[in-house]
């Protein structure tokens, strides 16, 4: 019997069925794929560093190094399992060339370093997660490369300087665990023993990784002071096991995120859907229920007999759901899956996504029965007499007819009902509100990371061109050579020195700690801090917003330097935003020395009219070695497979919030027009036509949608924005303001969405004639 009640309900409600089924489905969906994709990153990223056999503590470092000194430390220190010098031949990116192509990659902000497999850890990879093994005149090449230049195997590199040249093959992509993301600046090729000693011959510039593995990874911070506290070399960036997972998770990390917060805003969706069709299901069944209530079936049997219903629905709907993350589990992971390849499933890949679904399908049959507890209230005499569960609005007292002389008629009545059954309308808009929403923030997060303005968010304000020069035996003469040139270039408007420099900084607890300081002016090219400001004096200092946040420093609080071999007491005067270097840096007014100096940076704008690129290629002849970047390609180089990823998921969730609209709209209006029925009928006895009564429909969705519109704007602006925030200070930014590119923003997409809505409205109202006629027969 209970079979035959549902076939018949689901052939009689076949639109309404199938929309609540899409919604819980794409629900459960998101749910398990989102859980499934950050399940599988961090198990990737475990299975891959543990093929790589990725160093605990690695201090970059650019100058000469005494091995006999790195072996006795070693050997002295009880937390070193192992140690190795990787020695890496730096090679200016106008020397290199990719492809065919027959150009240089002159204008690459990526800094190429040449080496040769390691011998005892942090191997570098392939694409299988194996050791690479090139052969002379063969070449690995890092993954980055292959995606910026649709780079295969087979293909050709050529190291190209002065009368030296000398071309070798493409045998393999590097899977690299320290470089591998495109926002590390630094990529390293292998080539073999014996090519690699050729290049050393021909080129000079050299830098050091000094790696250590060690016998237990939590004692990583403990290993970092006494390395310090040696005086072995540190004449550049020092990095541990846990800021490279964080830079390798990051991107799909920040992917999985954005789905599952878009799964959150469907599960809400799904929900909203539920409690309408539920109402609306039982507005059509008072009689029925008021019947079964009069010949004394309980309240609590009559739900149980809809709640079967429901729970059919979602658990079919919950398992499909986790069949089809299954399928789309490809198109999620791809990019994690180039870049870390794929660690072999186990039985938490496949628990994790049912657990999701499990948690959709417990969800929607708590909602449903919160929403049938109105069961009780429900009177067998009302229900049989009045044949609704509720009362009209009072609101028609205030919205008379005869009242509008300026409105016309049917645009009045549609707009009238809206108000009169507000509550009902109130659902509908509230939908298309999550929808804008769900469309206009990762719209205007994109557009915010393309932005040029995203650098502020990167430590560094605002600027044409960058140039930075890292040490070398005679970088202090060049960099003040450099200085004296741009000072007499008539081309440049304005410019700021800047020297980051390696400090001693002493922690509240008495640890001396190493941090990286940034010195110069800073109100050339200002930041936006989240408090405070620059420091303006030598006693201030503004620090990051995680390393604040790490050593617990609000503004006003103090901080001791080494500063000349004395202790200096800092007051902080500001915190910013700053991505770059694990989003622990530092800025104040002190002195350097030349020995402690980690790079050299000048930042300028050039006068308007002049040629940036032409600019950019003659400081990067007359400073060679100095990396010369303009800076609206540093972003989309280094940002390019986070912005690729964020495109795909806007292009997600846009066709998802607008093929929602399009299934609620069908849905609200299809099941409304029956509900009016006998309305329609009174208002063809009036004289309306029916292209009149589809008109008020549409005005009655033009309305609400405008509402939800305006409504999803505005909370793009504050919840949106707060919530982009959340996820970014993760990686150092905590105050993310969008970037609004208007056209699309505020005409394009709501264009879109309008036509949309505007469509599936007047698709349902067509079944009016129907209707109508339905209703006179009753009659």
């Not at 005869?402 to 309308?425: A, E």
Request: include cysteine; aromatic fraction near 10%; hydrophobic fraction near 50%.
């Amino acid at each position: 019997m209970l079979g035959k009640m549902w076939r018949k309900d689901i052939a009689r409600n076949k639109l309404i069925t199938a929309i609540l089924f899409m919604f819980i489905m794409i629900s459960s969906l998101l749910v398990a794929s989102s859980a499934s994709m950050l399940l599988e990153l961090f198990r990737s990223v475990d299975d891959w560093f543990e093929k790589a056999g990725v160093p605990h503590f690695v201090q970059m470092h650019a100058g000469e190094i005494d091995q006999r000194e790195m072996d006795g430390f070693s050997s002295r220190s009880e937390l070193v399992k192992e140690q190795q010098t990787v020695e890496m031949i730096s090679i200016e990116p106008d020397h290199v060339y990719f492809g065919p192509s027959g150009e240089s990659e002159d204008g690459s902000v990526m800094e190429m370093s040449f080496v040769k497999q390691n011998k005892a850890f942090d191997f570098l990879l392939d694409l299988n997660n194996k050791r690479l093994d090139v052969l002379p005149g063969e070449i690995a090449v890092p993954i980055y490369f292959m995606q910026q230049h649709s780079l295969e195997l087979g293909d050709t590199v050529r190291l190209a300087k002065g009368s030296f040249s000398k071309t070798f093959t493409i045998a393999d992509f590097v899977r690299d665990a320290q470089m591998n993301p495109s926002i590390v600046s630094s990529k390293r090729i292998v080539v073999s023993d014996s090519d690699w000693e050729t290049l050393k011959g021909h080129f000079d510039e050299k830098e050091y990784l000094i790696e250590f593995l060690l016998h237990d990874g939590e004692r990583t911070s403990e290993f970092e002071q006494l390395y310090l506290a040696s005086g072995l070399p540190h004449q550049g960036t020092a990095i541990t096991y846990a800021q490279f997972r964080l830079l390798n998770a990051l991107t799909d990390g920040v992917a999985a995120v954005v789905i599952l917060l878009a799964s959150v805003l469907m599960i809400v969706i799904a929900f909203l859907c539920l409690r309408f069709t539920m109402l609306a299901a039982l507005e059509e069944d008072v009689y029925e229920i008021g019947v079964m209530k009069a010949i004394g079936i309980a309240s609590d049997e009559i739900r149980q007999l809809y709640l079967m219903k429901y729970r059919m629905i979602a658990l079919t709907a919950s398992m499909a759901g986790v069949l089809l993350s299954l399928f789309a589990e490809q198109a999620f992971m791809a990019n994690r899956s180039l870049y870390m390849g794929t660690a072999e499933k186990n039985a938490l890949s496949y628990i994790i996504p049912l657990l999701g679904a499990g948690c959709i399908f417990l969800l929607v049959m708590l909602f449903c029965r919160l929403v049938l507890r109105r069961f009780k209230r429900i009177s067998a005499v009302e229900a049989l007499r009045s044949g609704s569960t509720s009362a009209k609005g009072r609101m028609t007292r205030l919205l008379k007819l005869h009242r509008s002389r300026f409105i016309p008629v049917n645009i009045f009545v549609g707009i009238q009902d809206v108000f009169v059954r507000l509550k009902t309308f109130g659902l509908l808009g509230f939908v298309f509100t999550l929808c804008f929403f769900l469309i206009i923030v990762p719209v205007n997060f994109l557009n915010t990371m393309k932005s040029p303005d995203f650098m502020t968010y990167m430590g560094a304000g605002r600027s044409d061109i960058q140039i930075d020069m890292r040490q070398t035996d005679d970088v202090a003469q060049r960099y003040n050579d450099m200085i004296a040139y741009i000072q007499h270039d008539s081309d440049v408007e304005i410019y700021a020195p800047l020297v980051t420099s390696s400090y001693m900084m002493r922690s509240d607890d008495g640890v001396y700690e190493k941090v990286s300081v940034q010195t110069g002016d800073f109100s050339l090219f200002p930041l936006a801090y989240l408090s405070g400001a620059a420091p303006a004096t030598n006693d201030e200092i503004a620090l990051s917003y995680l390393h604040a946040k790490e050593r617990g420093k609000q503004l006003g609080d103090t901080l001791t330097l080494i500063v000349a071999g004395e202790e200096r007491v800092l007051k902080l005067s500001g915190i910013y935003q700053d991505v770059t270097n694990g989003g622990k840096t530092a800025k104040a007014l002190l002195p350097y020395e030349a020995q402690s100096v980690l790079w050299y940076m000048v930042s300028l704008d050039v006068k308007p009219g002049v040629a940036i690129g032409e600019k950019r290629a003659e400081y990067a002849a007359a400073f060679h070695p100095a990396k010369v970047t303009f800076m609206d390609d540093y972003l989309s180089q280094t940002l390019g497979s986070t912005i690729s990823q964020l495109q795909k998921i806007t292009a997600l969730t846009l066709a998802a919030a607008l093929a929602i609209a399009m299934l609620i709209t069908a849905l609200f209006f299809n099941m409304l027009i029956v509900k009016d029925a006998s309305d329609i009928v009174i208002m063809r006895s009036l004289g309306f036509s029916l292209k009149h009564i589809r008109l008020q429909y549409i005005i009655r969705s033009l309305a609400v949608l405008m509402a939800g519109i305006v409504l999803g704007t505005a909370a793009a602006g504050s919840l949106g924005q707060g919530v982009v925030s959340m996820l970014m200070s993760f990686m150092g930014a905590a105050r993310v303001e969008f970037v609004v590119n208007p056209f699309v923003a505020y005409m394009l997409i709501p264009l879109i969405l309008l036509a949309v809505v505007l469509i599936t409205t007047l698709f349902s109202s067509l079944t009016i004639t129907a209707t109508g006629k339905s209703a006179v027969a009753a009659k």
